[in-house]
C-alpha cells in the first residue's frame, strides 16, 4: 500500500517512517513529487486544517494521504500560539524565531506556572474520501531558556518533568516514545493494519 505523507519537513517525515514500521507500506512524501499543490490551513481548528491537507492530497496523488496539523497551546497565553505554532512570529518564520517570541510573551511568566500542551490531529484520506482521523496530546511546561540541539519546531523549550529535559535534550527514541505525533500515529496504525489487510 502507498502513503504519501503530506509535508515538506523532513523531520517531521523522519519521525512518521520511523513510528509507521510495516513492510507492507510504502512511505513516500511531497518531496517525491515534482509539482504539488499548495497546502492551505485556513481553519481554526487542528483536525480542519489536517482535513483539508489530507483531501487535497489524497486527490492530487490518487493514493492514500496522511495528513496533521499540530500545534503548541500554553496556558498562561490563551492556548496560543495554537493552529499559528508554525507561522507565530510571521508567515515564513523559522523555529529560531518562534521560540524566540514565545519566551518574550512569557517573560515574567514563573516557570510553575507555564503550562503547556502540544496537539497532533491526524487525518488519513483515500482518494474516494474514506476518510480516518486521531489525536494525541503531551502536556509539559516552557523553560525559561532553549536547551538542547536535537528535534524541530518547539522541542528546546518543551519542558517534560517526569524526564527532567526538554524535548531537544532527548533522542528522538525518547522523544518518540512520549510524543504527541507517536499517540496519534500509534491509533492511526491500527487503522492502517486493518487496510492493508482488508483491504
Not at 502507498?2 to 510504502?26: M, Y
Not at 527514541?173 to 492502517?192: C, D, G, P, T, Y
Amino acid at each position: 500500500m502507498k502513503l504519501v505523507i503530506a509535508t515538506q519537513n523532513q523531520g517531521k517525515l523522519k519521525e512518521i517512517q520511523t513510528l509507521l514500521d510495516l513492510p507492507e507500506l510504502e512511505i513516500i512524501s511531497l518531496a517525491d513529487f515534482d509539482f504539488v499543490p499548495d497546502l492551505q490551513e485556513p481553519h481554526q481548528s487542528y483536525i480542519e486544517n489536517a482535513r483539508e491537507k489530507a483531501k487535497t492530497i489524497a486527490e492530487f496523488s490518487q493514493a492514500w494521504a496522511l495528513a496533521d496539523d499540530s500545534g503548541l497551546e500554553v496556558l498562561a497565553l490563551d492556548q496560543q500560539p495554537g493552529v499559528y505554532s508554525a507561522r507565530y512570529a510571521g508567515e515564513n518564520a523559522t523555529a529560531l524565531e518562534n521560540n524566540l517570541k514565545l519566551l518574550k510573551n512569557l517573560e515574567g511568566v514563573p516557570f510553575a506556572n507555564r503550562q503547556a500542551e502540544f496537539i497532533c490531529c491526524m487525518v488519513l484520506r483515500s482518494p474516494r474520501g474514506e476518510e480516518y482521523s486521531t489525536e494525541g496530546k503531551l502536556t509539559g511546561l516552557i523553560a525559561n531558556e532553549m536547551r538542547g540541539e536535537k528535534g524541530f519546531g518547539y522541542d528546546p523549550l518543551f519542558f517534560i518533568p517526569e524526564k527532567k529535559q526538554v524535548l531537544a535534550e532527548m533522542s528522538s527514541e525518547e522523544k518518540n516514545q512520549i510524543s504527541h505525533r507517536r499517540q496519534a500515529l500509534e491509533k492511526m496504525k491500527h487503522f492502517l493494519i486493518k487496510k492493508i489487510h482488508n483491504g
